[in-house]
């Protein structure tokens, strides 16, 4: 058994791999099977695919720009912390480009993180006012 803030976790062996079980919410989960369908995938193959995508993708802006960070995204503004200048970068759209506020820029450091964010998807795809 393992422990964590959440209480017990069973951990057993499924093709001489651990597994663990964890709560996913049912909207989340409906969304990801319906995704792992249009690909002919497996759900649970798809659902371990994108976390681990998520992972290498964390690993890889902890390694390419080890001094930013994400710290919010409110009203279609993402807020970048850059712990090297002690500055916050306010990255939003400016005629359907991304524009960094703190180096006045659409193609710098803040700029090439937030492209590996999600909330940059959510920025695309809203529908401009």
Not at 12 to 24: A, F, L, M
Not at 35 to 47: D, F, M, Q, R, V
Not at 95 to 119: M, N, Q, T, W
Request: hydrophobic share 40%.
């Amino acid at each position: 058994m393992l422990h964590n803030a959440q209480g017990l976790h069973k951990l057993v062996k499924r093709g001489g791999k651990e597994v663990i079980t964890v709560e996913i919410f049912k909207q989340t989960y409906d969304l990801m099977k319906a995704n792992a369908g249009k690909l002919k995938w497996n759900t649970k193959e798809y659902i371990n695919s994108v976390l681990a995508e998520a992972i290498e993708r964390d690993r890889f802006l902890q390694t390419y720009a080890p001094n930013l960070s994400r710290v919010g995204y409110q009203d279609n503004i993402l807020f970048i912390r850059d712990a090297k200048v002690g500055k916050t970068a306010d990255i939003f759209l400016k005629d359907r480009v991304l524009y960094c506020g703190l180096c006045e820029s659409k193609d710098c450091i803040h700029i090439h993180y937030a492209f590996a964010l999600p909330e940059v998807a959510k920025m695309y795809l809203r529908k401009p006012r």
